[in-house]
T-cell receptor, first 111, second 111 residues
Framework: SQTIHQWPATLVQPVGSPLSLECTVEGTSNPNLYWYRQAAGRGLQLLFYSVGIGQISSEVPQNLSASRPQDRQFILSSKKLLLSDSGFYLC??????????FGSGTQLSVL | SQQGEEDPQALSIQEGENATMNCSYKTSINNLQWYRQNSGRGLVHLILIRSNEREKHSGRLRVTLDTSKKSSSLLITASRAADTASYFCATDPFNDYKLSFGAGTTVTVRA
């Protein structure tokens, strides 16, 4: 069966520090991969979308970047965090069907 | 921008009562999905209804879709304390596997 792993679960970082969040999917190949961000009490904002290795679509211009070095690995990064980068980050995948499978999320607090 | 908007924003009911929440969207769709999110966790897919369907059931869930009004409703019957969560509708407005989520309805079921 397919599973998705996302880590860390919680992260507290100072302003100006770098960021690396990792997501891996098991049990499937060539998934579509997504990074969403959720502000407190709000809906999800799509940040990045990938259909294959090295293929990244940026949905919102911002201080973040994404990479897909392997088929089932998706990384969210920043060189210098801003206060506004705080939020709940969710990785998700789909295998070509319409529904998304989400990871457990990373709560990022930038102080 | 968000495609779907849920209403109400929050709902508090007694255990055993039914909970109804609504979703309105802006563009034509192929399908509409409902997801559930427990506090601090990832989203879990509940049900998908296609544009040519008017009603769909899954256990205690009933979803309706009115494409003429661009709206959907989610009914949870005989609610339980474990149903306490936020519920989101999601659509794929451009049919490109990039789901757009509403801000969600937070449901609290009192024991």
């Amino acid at each position: 069966s397919q599973t998705i792993h996302q880590w860390p679960a919680t992260l507290v970082q100072p302003v100006g520090s770098p960021l690396s969040l990792e997501c891996t999917v098991e049990g499937t190949s060539n998934p579509n991969l997504y990074w969403y961000r959720q502000a407190a009490g709000r809906g999800l904002q799509l940040l990045f979308y990938s259909v294959g290795i090295g293929q990244i679509s940026s949905e919102v211009p911002q201080n973040l970047s994404a990479s897909r070095p392997q088929d089932r690995q998706f990384i969210l990064s920043s060189k210098k965090l801003l206060l506004s980068d705080s939020g709940f980050y969710l990785c998700a995948w789909t295998g070509g069907e319409e529904k998304l499978f989400f990871g457990s999320g990373t709560q990022l607090s930038v102080l | 921008s968000q495609q779907g908007e849920e209403d109400p924003q929050a709902l508090s009911i007694q255990e055993g009562e039914n909970a109804t929440m609504n979703c309105s969207y802006k563009t034509s769709i192929n399908n509409l999905q409902w997801y559930r999110q427990n506090s601090g966790r990832g989203l879990v897919h509940l049900i998908l209804i296609r544009s040519n369907e008017r009603e769909k059931h899954s256990g205690r869930l009933r979803v309706t879709l009115d494409t003429s009004k661009k709206s959907s409703s989610l009914l949870i019957t005989a609610s339980r304390a474990a149903d306490t969560a936020s519920y989101f509708c999601a659509t794929d407005p451009f049919n490109d596997y990039k789901l757009s989520f509403g801000a969600g309805t937070t449901v609290t079921v009192r024991a």
